[in-house]
DNA sequence: CTGAAAGCGCTTACAG
DNA sequence: CTGAAAGCGCTTACAG
């Protein structure tokens, strides 16, 4: 540890030309500033925080000599004092491999890190297994104060992670799909709309009759994913069926072959993720089942599987990079004490592409036949 | 602001059952076990961080007393006293949506959390765009002491970052393909391995002319890369012709027509990621070349991408995740003063599917002609 | 083995 | 507008 009073008067300069003293850089600290220009270090934080209690005049020494020997302040000494550390939390649970095949997640982290780099904070991520460990990495990142607030995803069923939260008095925003008054930030994305999407784009092309492959019922907007799909398929005479999924490539697979092996086939799948719906496709295919020309594949998330896979997967872009900015956007409000605490996300884009397509295009192979019939009572 | 003194001997407890006091959870200081114990702050500070100067009694009650309490240690005062933040930081210099397209990333990433969870330690994350803002983040969280060190990517030429954090003095392991003695930690994976893998394979199938799309030169790994590969080849005879490519879907689409319609067509495509792999396998079968059959298509880099495309796609697995582990390992022991700076990774596996097979199968279509000579001198 | 004290680098009332 | 001082919650020599 050398000390403060061995500071030279040349430490290594932020942007400008390489320092003449050699050695390894010392840290530069607001009272070395306050030294060097004759005044206290408070002139030097208020001049810093572009707080009132300084001239312009001095505030402008203090700025340039901070630019000029690539002044930081120390991020523990600023957490410690003021509690602010200008990083956010992030703890995602789930299994490692999905988190890695989704694009979700990354998309996501992208726009999360566009807003950051913004307002020059920091994401503190972590990723943990499925099995609870979520709760204490909060807990203990909470008791710690590593972080302002919390970006929480994937809601799911008895979910204490809100509860945990408030108890602890952490602000967060929950990555939603619906909005219950429970006090905490939510950035929310109706499925409502999604649904509205597909159901035009397949009532459109004449499908009356499909089958829905969904994600784990655990989680909440899959639920109400579910309740919104069914509803408004009734609503206008479609028949929907729905199998539950877990998201893996297996399972699209399995819940198609098992769709596909009734008689009255559905026209259309819409599958719950881009992964089941590349399952969908590949199992349609080898089973001889012609897409989109027996069976049109939809998906809910667009994603770069659906764009190369052949025929590309008609999706729904769900901006989800614009999400993950707002999420953050909207968590530094609530941090900062604003209220206003539910923002709506905006529309999803529906892409249009080859796996969907007229339902009843009669073509050689095992015909389908019993088709355009009202839902059953 | 309360008053430690109004501290009422029911905190939240850790995982113990709720606690009775309502409101807002109090945060636990090492002062206030002091106190309860009737004991120093040092002796508590002893006791939880396993140093001598306790007796096991005063330990033992210790640390009774925090896990009951839901003690936390505060993050910044650690850091603040003892220098020591637990945090490592990864920064990202990449076009966003090359990020959370290639699985590369997320899978280190996820490799590197399952580390950092074991020694529960965090990663603090930042993307930046393409145009050196990563420099000034590597600086900023050097200055702001907010990471114990970094771990690089994408070594490339001219690379400012390993001499800046020399001069700042901050620990840091690079994710390499070489190892220039420059005094860092680095963890290599040497390309030699792969391009082994790759022509072992391609050999055995009889192929003796190839073309490389690589990634962009900028990158050192991929200077290597093509390096080895043309070297290896040739003292195998087989013939290599190199195009530079940009990992970009529509880069290995174009690159893979230029080839095509050469007069003298390579048996077998070698593409350097999984993104140009897949374009090359939709421009082949779009010009009506047939895969496996006329050409041959391998990539560097294994993902799901690969494995779902039709004919899958052979590739290198590159064991991405055990990397991602080791790197955080070796930082830690780096930044704890360890030496044995280099470190090798696991060797790839090659996982072969149905885009590669046999050379020069005669098959309807414009069938492949002079083949099977040796490299021009 | 234990305690009192200084110090890490900031922020923030509180006097001048 | 400016400065001296206390405090954030830890760690760490340094005496007992």
């Not at 409502?192 to 459109?204: I, M």
């Not at 579910?226 to 028949?239: N, P, S, Y």
């Not at 893996?248 to 992964?275: F, H, I, S």
Request: net charge neutral.
């Amino acid at each position: 540890m050398t000390t403060p009073g061995s500071l030279d008067g040349d430490e290594t300069v932020a942007d400008g030309p390489a320092s003449s003293g050699g050695r390894r850089s010392q840290r530069v600290t607001i009272s070395d500033l306050a030294r060097r220009l004759h005044i206290s270090k408070a002139s030097v934080s208020y001049a810093l925080n572009d707080r009132p209690g300084v001239s312009e005049e001095t505030r402008r020494r203090v700025l340039s000599l901070a630019e000029e020997l690539g002044f930081h302040p120390n991020s523990a000494a600023v957490a410690l004092s003021a509690s602010r550390t200008r990083t956010i939390g992030i703890v995602i649970a789930r299994d490692p491999a999905l988190i890695s095949t989704e694009a979700f997640y990354m998309h996501t982290l992208v726009g999360i890190e566009q807003y950051l780099n913004e307002v020059d904070s920091s994401l503190l991520l972590r990723l943990t297994g499925e099995h609870g460990e979520d709760l204490d990495v909060l807990r203990r990142w909470s008791r710690q104060g590593r972080v302002d607030g919390f970006i929480l995803f994937d809601e799911h069923n008895d979910d204490q992670r809100v509860p945990l939260l408030k108890e602890l008095g952490v602000p967060c925003v929950v990555v939603s799909s619906n909005a219950p008054d429970d006090g905490v930030g939510r950035l929310i994305s109706s499925p409502e709309q999604t649904v509205t999407l597909l159901l035009d784009h397949l009532a459109e092309l004449g499908h009356r009759d499909i089958a829905h492959v969904s994600g784990p019922f655990t989680f909440v907007h899959e639920q109400l994913r579910v309740k919104l799909l069914a509803e408004h398929a009734k609503r206008r005479g479609i028949r929907v069926t729905h199998l539950e999924g877990s998201y893996r490539y297996e399972d699209g697979a399995e819940m198609t072959r098992t769709v596909l092996a009734r008689k009255k086939r559905p026209t259309a799948l819409v599958l719950g993720n881009d992964l089941m719906a590349v399952a969908a496709l590949r199992v349609a295919m080898d089973l001889g089942t012609a897409v989109p020309d027996e069976l049109s594949i939809v998906a809910w998330d667009d994603s770069p599987l659906c764009e190369l896979a052949r025929p590309g997967i008609t999706a729904v872009d769900q901006q989800t990079m614009e999400r993950g900015r707002m999420a953050a956007d909207l968590l530094f409000r609530i941090a900062a004490g604003e209220s206003g605490l539910h923002w709506e996300t905006p529309a999803g884009v529906l892409r249009v592409r080859d796996s969907s397509a007229r339902a009843n295009r009669t073509t050689p192979g095992r015909g389908p036949t019993r088709r355009l019939r009202p839902a059953s009572p």
